[in-house]
C-alpha cells in the first residue's frame, strides 16, 4: 500500500524546479529561476562536473566509451543552451534541474523508465517521478545502481589489501608493541601484545561494501534489489567476519580519507564512490543545507546502444571499446583500431549499423562518413543508423552516388545505401504498462526490418 507524504507548502515552494529534454535548445530566460544552479554546470565539462561531485554513468568519465569528456550538459549559444545526449538530475541549494529524455511527451518520462529497466534492470520507478523531494529520487536512483557497480567490481575478484592486526599471544611474529605490552601483560603470564600485517579481504573497503549492503536491506525493496546479485553479496558478507554496524562512522571517513587509486581496480573505485554517496546520505541528505552542486546523469548513447544489442545481439556482433572486446583494424600491420557498433552475423550479406541516440536530422558529415569506412572495410554494402524515433516518421534510405561533378556524370548507385531506421517511441501513453506494450509491438517492427 501506497503511503502519501504531505510536504511542508512553504518547502515546496521554496523550491526551484526545472525539466528540460535532451538534444535539445532552450532560451536561456527559461533559466532564470535556477541561474545560479545554471551559472555552476553551463559550458562545463562532464569531467569538471565530475570532479565537483556529480555522479556520472556509466562509471567515470573517462572510461566511458560513448560520453565524451569534452561534453557539456548545457552548452551556451547566442541567446539558448544547447543539451546534449545526457539524462538525469542536477542540483545546487535549492534549485533543480531534471533533464528527461526527448520522448517524454507532456507526461512522464517513461523512455527513460524503460531504457534504465531493459539495460540495469531498474525497479520501476515510475512513481517517484511525482515526488516533489528531487533529493529522494536521486537517492533512489543511487540505490538501484548498487547492483550494477558491485557485480561489476566482484568480476576482478574480492579486493584485498594489508592490513595491520593486533595480537596479544606467546605466538609473536610482528612488532612489539610495548606500550600495549606492559598495559595488558603486567604482571608478565606468557604472552606479549605484537602487531603484524597481513594480506585481507576484510579491510575498509570491503566493510564499506557490507555496509552498503546492510543498510539496503533495510528498504522495503532491499531484497528484491539484492537478490539479483545474492552470490556477489554472499561473497562480500562472508569476506567481512569483523563487520560491526557501530563502526560505519568510522568506516565511512577511513574510506572518503583512502579512496582505491591502483588502476587495476578501478572499478572498486567507482564502487567505492557510490557506496559513500548512499551511506553519507543518511547523514545529511543530498544537497540539504549545501551549496556544491550535486546529482547523477545517465549517458543516452551507452544506454541505447546497450539496448539495441538487447534486441539485435542474435543476428549482430557489438564490438565494445570500454571493455576492449571485438576490436577490428582497418590496415595490415595492426593498424587503425576500430569498434563498429554493430557488425551482422551473416558474412555472405554483411551489414554495418551504428546507434545513434539523437534526432535523424543531427545525423550526418562524419557519421556518414563513419559508416561508409566501415561498409568498405567489410565489404558491406549495407549500413544503418539506428536511432529513436517518435511515432509516424519513416525510414530514410540514402544511396551511394557515382561520379564526379566536373564531368556532370553524379549518379546514384543501386547497390550501395545507408538507411536512418527509427524504432518507433510511443510518446502518449496514459501509463507505464500500456507504454511497455506499444514498445514491444514496435521493437518487433524495428527487428524485423533489420534483422
Keep these: 500500500q501506497k503511503h502519501t507524504v504531505i510536504r511542508n507548502p512553504s518547502e515546496v515552494m521554496r523550491m526551484k524546479l526545472l525539466k528540460i529534454k535532451d538534444n535539445s535548445q532552450q532560451k536561456k530566460d527559461a533559466f532564470t529561476h535556477i541561474k545560479n544552479l545554471t551559472n555552476k554546470i553551463a559550458d562545463k565539462t562532464l569531467e569538471q562536473l565530475e570532479?565537483?561531485?556529480?555522479?556520472?554513468?556509466?562509471?567515470?568519465?573517462?572510461?566511458?566509451?560513448?560520453?565524451?569528456?569534452?561534453?557539456m550538459i548545457l552548452q551556451s549559444i547566442n541567446d539558448?543552451?544547447?543539451?546534449?545526449?545526457?539524462?538525469?538530475?542536477?542540483?545546487?541549494?535549492?534549485?533543480?534541474?531534471?533533464?528527461?529524455?526527448?520522448?517524454?511527451?507532456?507526461g512522464e518520462d517513461y523512455f527513460f523508465q524503460y531504457l534504465l529497466d531493459k539495460v540495469l534492470d531498474f525497479p520501476n520507478i515510475v512513481d517517484l517521478e511525482s515526488d516533489t523531494d528531487q533529493d529522494n529520487r536521486l537517492f533512489h536512483?543511487?540505490?538501484?545502481?548498487?547492483?550494477?557497480?558491485?557485480?561489476?567490481a566482484i568480476r576482478k575478484g574480492l579486493f584485498k589489501k594489508y592490513i595491520r592486526h593486533s595480537y596479544n599471544d606467546g605466538n609473536v611474529k610482528g612488532?612489539?608493541?610495548?606500550?600495549?605490552h606492559i598495559e595488558k601483560n603486567t604482571p608478565f603470564v606468557g604472552n606479549i601484545a605484537y602487531t603484524q600485517r597481513e594480506f585481507s579481504y576484510d579491510n575498509n573497503l570491503m566493510e564499506l561494501v557490507r555496509h552498503t549492503i546492510e543498510f539496503i536491506k533495510r528498504k522495503p525493496y532491499g531484497n528484491n534489489l539484492l537478490v539479483r546479485v545474492k552470490d556477489e553479496v554472499k561473497l562480500v558478507?562472508?569476506?567481512?567476519?569483523?563487520?560491526?554496524?557501530?563502526?560505519?562512522?568510522?568506516?565511512?571517513?577511513?574510506?572518503?580519507?583512502?579512496?582505491?587509486?591502483?588502476?587495476?581496480?578501478?572499478e572498486y573505485f567507482a564502487l567505492q564512490r557510490l557506496?559513500?554517496?548512499?551511506?553519507?546520505?543518511?547523514?545529511?541528505?543530498?544537497?540539504?543545507?549545501?551549496?556544491?552542486?550535486?546529482?547523477?546523469?545517465?549517458?543516452?548513447?551507452w544506454l541505447w546502444e546497450e539496448y539495441i544489442n538487447s534486441l539485435i545481439e542474435d543476428t549482430f556482433y557489438h564490438p565494445m571499446n570500454k571493455s576492449g572486446t571485438g576490436a577490428q583494424r582497418l590496415f595490415d600491420g595492426n593498424t587503425g583500431l576500430i569498434y563498429p557498433?554493430?557488425?551482422?552475423?551473416?558474412?555472405?550479406?554483411?551489414?554495418?549499423?551504428?546507434?545513434k541516440y539523437k534526432p535523424i536530422d543531427n545525423i550526418g558529415n562524419r557519421d556518414y562518413l563513419q559508416v561508409l569506412a566501415y561498409m568498405f572495410r567489410f565489404d558491406a554494402k549495407t549500413g544503418y543508423y539506428?536511432?529513436?524515433?517518435?511515432?509516424?516518421?519513416?525510414?530514410?534510405?540514402?544511396?551511394?552516388?557515382?561520379?564526379?561533378?566536373?564531368?556532370?556524370?553524379?549518379?546514384?548507385?543501386?547497390?550501395?545505401?545507408?538507411?536512418?531506421?527509427?524504432l518507433k517511441i510511443p510518446v502518449d501513453a496514459s501509463n507505464y504498462d500500456e507504454f511497455v506494450m506499444r514498445m514491444k509491438i514496435c521493437e518487433q517492427e524495428f527487428k524485423s526490418r533489420i534483422c
Design 51 to 71: 570532479r565537483e561531485g556529480v555522479f556520472v554513468f556509466p562509471e567515470t568519465v573517462k572510461d566511458a566509451a560513448d560520453i565524451t569528456q569534452d561534453q
Design 386 to 422: 539506428l536511432y529513436p524515433e517518435a511515432e509516424g516518421t519513416d525510414d530514410l534510405k540514402l544511396w551511394m552516388n557515382r561520379g564526379s561533378t566536373y564531368e556532370k556524370n553524379v549518379a546514384p548507385r543501386d547497390d550501395i545505401s545507408v538507411t536512418k531506421h527509427g
Design 141 to 152: 536512483f543511487l540505490l538501484f545502481l548498487f547492483p550494477y557497480y558491485l557485480k561489476t
Design 341 to 355: 557498433d554493430f557488425i551482422s552475423r551473416n558474412s555472405e550479406v554483411r551489414i554495418i549499423a551504428d546507434a
Design 175 to 180: 612488532a612489539i608493541d610495548v606500550a600495549r
Design 80 to 106: 539558448t543552451y544547447r543539451s546534449s545526449n545526457v539524462m538525469g538530475f542536477l542540483g545546487y541549494g535549492d534549485e533543480r534541474l531534471i533533464i528527461e529524455s526527448r520522448f517524454c511527451g507532456e
Design 275 to 301: 557506496c559513500l554517496l548512499i551511506l553519507r546520505h543518511q547523514k545529511h541528505q543530498i544537497g540539504t543545507g549545501s551549496r556544491q552542486i550535486y546529482g547523477i546523469l545517465f549517458d543516452g548513447a
Design 237 to 266: 558478507i562472508d569476506a567481512t567476519p569483523g563487520y560491526a554496524p557501530y563502526d560505519r562512522q568510522k568506516i565511512i571517513e577511513h574510506n572518503k580519507k583512502n579512496t582505491v587509486r591502483h588502476a587495476y581496480f578501478r
